[in-house]
C-alpha cells in the first residue's frame, strides 16, 4: 500500500502509507452500501411496503 501502481493511481486522492488501507474500506463499504440500498429500494417488496405505508 505504499508503493507501486496503486499509488500512482489513487494516491492523490486517499494518500500513502498504511492509513490508505482504511480510507480503502470506508470508501468501499460505503459504495457496498449505496449499492444494496438502491437494489433494494427497487425491490418489489419495497414498493409493495410503501403502498402500504401510503394508504394510511
Given at each position: 500500500?505504499?508503493?507501486?501502481?496503486?499509488?500512482?493511481?489513487?494516491?492523490?486522492?486517499?494518500?500513502?502509507?498504511?492509513?490508505?488501507?482504511?480510507?480503502?474500506l470506508f470508501t468501499?463499504?460505503?459504495?457496498?452500501?449505496?449499492?444494496?440500498?438502491?437494489?433494494?429500494?427497487?425491490?418489489?417488496?419495497?414498493?409493495n411496503l410503501s403502498?402500504?405505508y401510503q394508504k394510511?
Amino acid at each position: 500500500m505504499t508503493t507501486g501502481a496503486g499509488v500512482e493511481l489513487i494516491g492523490h486522492w486517499f494518500g500513502t502509507g498504511t492509513n490508505r488501507r482504511i480510507a480503502l474500506l470506508f470508501t468501499l463499504t460505503g459504495l457496498v452500501g449505496l449499492v444494496v440500498t438502491v437494489m433494494t429500494m427497487r425491490s418489489h417488496a419495497d414498493r409493495n411496503l410503501s403502498a402500504t405505508y401510503q394508504k394510511r
